[in-house]
């Protein structure tokens, strides 16, 4: 099932997709169908089958989670793009606040001429049973879906004297969406690939199979020190082709269209604009 959040008529609601149409599934926020459990599931399922479709829909973020707990160099094509890199030996996590959430086709606004807006296109998990201590052999059994997050970074800002938390949460800086997809359809998450295109060209394009750490492995991990909450988002890092070690570097800019794909997931795209 593909579920979306989505404003109509001075209204927000859920919605489950059905032939390309929204149909409401009866809930007034993700939270709420996810606090439901599968008795939301089910309610969802049964309008997605014969539901009345939304007239003038528009997406916003499908979700704006309680946290967002993303994952850092998971890939191993990062010590292809940057030779002074060191693998890591453990799972790396930084944290997204919800005041950067922004939806499809929402701008993502530079704040300043001097801010290098970096891409970043990444797997996310939407956790369904929180939990702590969660052993790796069940932690895929806690998720309530998949959806794709755009990691938007101020390079300028990350990198300077090490403030990742400033410079990864810009307003507008995480984009979430189109949809979160249930796990059922998604099927295996190590067949998906992962790919940013930026006005039309393809900066980056990986398997999902070239993690460093599986999202299994992530999601105990995080568990182990940090208790996951029903909604919670957990990306799973994102592939070589960055904007800032490209030669030159690559930075958005107003006036640019960013789209971020995961198969069987959709496309998740933004325009670019100046916030000063």
């Given at each position: 099932?593909?579920?979306?959040?989505?404003?109509?008529?001075?209204?927000?609601?859920?919605?489950?997709?059905?032939?390309?149409?929204?149909?409401?599934?009866g809930?007034?926020?993700?939270?709420?169908?996810?606090?439901?459990?599968?008795?939301?599931?089910?309610?969802?399922?049964?309008?997605?089958?014969?539901?009345?479709?939304?007239?003038?829909?528009?997406?916003?973020?499908?979700?704006?989670?309680?946290?967002?707990?993303?994952?850092?160099?998971?890939?191993?094509?990062?010590?292809?793009?940057?030779?002074?890199?060191?693998?890591?030996?453990?799972?790396?996590?930084?944290?997204?606040?919800?005041?950067?959430?922004?939806?499809?086709?929402?701008p993502?606004?530079?704040?300043?001429?001097?801010?290098?807006?970096?891409?970043?296109?990444?797997?996310?998990?939407?956790?369904?049973?929180?939990?702590?201590r969660?052993?790796?052999?069940?932690?895929?059994?806690?998720?309530?879906?998949?959806?794709?997050?755009?990691?938007?970074?101020?390079?300028?800002?990350?990198?300077?004297?090490?403030?990742?938390?400033?410079?990864?949460?810009?307003?507008?800086?995480?984009?979430?969406?189109?949809?979160?997809v249930?796990?059922?359809?998604?099927?295996?998450?190590?067949?998906l690939?992962?790919?940013?295109?930026?006005?039309?060209?393809?900066m980056?394009?990986?398997?999902?199979?070239?993690?460093?750490?599986?999202?299994?492995?992530?999601?105990?991990?995080?568990?182990?020190?940090?208790?996951?909450?029903?909604?919670?988002?957990?990306?799973?890092?994102?592939?070589?082709?960055?904007?800032?070690?490209?030669?030159?570097?690559?930075?958005?800019?107003?006036?640019?269209?960013?789209?971020?794909?995961?198969?069987?997931?959709?496309?998740?795209?933004?325009?670019?604009?100046?916030?000063?």
């Amino acid at each position: 099932m593909r579920l979306v959040t989505y404003t109509a008529a001075g209204r927000t609601g859920v919605g489950a997709r059905r032939d390309g149409a929204i149909v409401d599934a009866g809930y007034a926020d993700m939270h709420a169908l996810i606090g439901a459990g599968t008795d939301g599931l089910a309610r969802a399922a049964a309008a997605a089958q014969s539901g009345t479709p939304v007239e003038g829909a528009t997406l916003l973020a499908p979700i704006r989670p309680g946290k967002i707990l993303c994952s850092g160099v998971n890939y191993a094509s990062h010590a292809e793009e940057n030779p002074g890199a060191t693998l890591p030996t453990e799972p790396f996590f930084f944290s997204k606040l919800p005041s950067a959430v922004v939806g499809p086709d929402a701008p993502i606004r530079i704040p300043r001429p001097t801010t290098n807006a970096d891409y970043e296109v990444e797997l996310a998990m939407v956790i369904g049973a929180g939990g702590y201590r969660i052993p790796e052999e069940q932690a895929l059994d806690h998720l309530f879906g998949w959806t794709i997050l755009h990691d938007v970074s101020a390079r300028e800002v990350q990198f300077k004297d090490m403030q990742i938390t400033l410079g990864k949460n810009p307003d507008t800086f995480s984009p979430i969406g189109p949809e979160i997809v249930t796990p059922d359809e998604v099927g295996d998450w190590s067949t998906l690939r992962v790919s940013t295109t930026l006005n039309g060209q393809v900066m980056q394009d990986a398997a999902t199979s070239s993690m460093l750490f599986t999202p299994a492995y992530l999601i105990a991990f995080l568990s182990d020190l940090i208790s996951l909450e029903p909604g919670d988002v957990v990306t799973t890092g994102s592939p070589a082709g960055v904007g800032c070690f490209r030669d030159p570097a690559v930075y958005l800019q107003p006036g640019d269209t960013v789209t971020v794909s995961v198969d069987r997931i959709g496309d998740l795209t933004n325009p670019v604009v100046a916030g000063w």
